[in-house]
């Protein structure tokens, strides 16, 4: 069996309608990222991070998985365990696409952290207005999203996977975020063979086996349908 270990960035969710981490103007949403992606940023201004997340959470609602993301889930269905996707992706596009299998290492918008209890309940509205935590009743909750400074959710969990993968493959993401930007060379150096689907190739360390360029939603189904046929 060929296991296989996708990694998805924003540039997956783009064609749904949801704006990339860094676009032309270097900037997230006209935010500078350490206005609103670090520790330090909440510390000092907590409204402003506090905001920007609520408007993410209320944006992505708005918007539908698109064919990149249904492919992947057309692929565990046609593949089962043998696949694991890993998102960058604070969105829920992949689950609603239909993906099982799903690691997010930087968190969600669709979930808060208490950081008085450390809870991580299910988050559907805004946390402006410091809603109590619903296990330990302190107003103290915040994004479940990994700002730089953090550590990645379920590391361990995915360079296992990474380093037992036969294909790795990287959609939509640029390479400049650490640690996901070392797993491809990570999975070439204990043999995997590495494909990456961007609209550009990325600033790769190792040089993917197979890179190809163009929009998600085009690169992807077609990958999809050469996987699931070389299987048959
Ligand atoms: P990034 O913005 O740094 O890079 C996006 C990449 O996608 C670029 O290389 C770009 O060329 C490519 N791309 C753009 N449109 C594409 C398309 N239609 N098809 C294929 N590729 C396309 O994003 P990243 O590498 O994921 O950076 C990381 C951080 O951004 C993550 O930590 C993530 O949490 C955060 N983020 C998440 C979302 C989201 O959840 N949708 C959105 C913005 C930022």
Do not use: K
């Not at 270990?5 to 949403?29: K, N, Q």
């Not at 400049?176 to 990456?196: D, H, I, N, Q």
């Amino acid at each position: 069996m060929t296991r296989i270990v996708v990694l998805t960035g924003a540039g997956i969710s783009a064609e749904s309608g949801v704006p990339t981490f860094r676009g032309a103007d270097g900037l997230w949403e006209g935010h500078r990222i350490e206005d609103v992606a670090t520790p330090e940023a909440y510390e000092r201004n907590p409204d402003t991070v506090l905001a920007f997340y609520d408007a993410r959470r209320r944006a992505v609602e708005a918007v539908a998985p698109n064919a990149a993301h249904r492919a992947l889930a057309r692929l565990e269905e046609a593949i089962g365990g043998d696949l694991l996707v890993v998102t960058q992706n604070v969105d829920d596009l992949h689950e609603r696409a239909g993906t099982r299998d799903l690691v997010h290492m930087h968190g969600e918008l669709r979930r808060a952290l208490c950081t008085g209890c450390g809870a991580r309940p299910g988050w559907e509205g805004d946390l402006i207005h410091r809603p109590p935590c619903p296990e330990c009743g302190e107003r103290m909750l915040r994004p479940d999203v990994v700002w730089f400074g953090e550590m990645p959710y379920d590391l361990d969990c995915i360079e296992n996977a990474v380093v037992a993968c036969d294909v790795f493959a990287s959609i939509g993401t640029s390479g400049s975020v650490y640690p996901a930007a070392g797993f491809a060379a990570l999975a070439a150096a204990f043999g995997a063979r590495t494909v990456e689907l961007n609209l550009e190739p990325s600033d790769a360390l190792v040089p993917f086996d197979d890179a190809r360029a163009g929009p998600a939603t085009e690169l992807v189904p077609a990958w999809v349908e050469e996987l699931i046929a070389a299987r048959t």
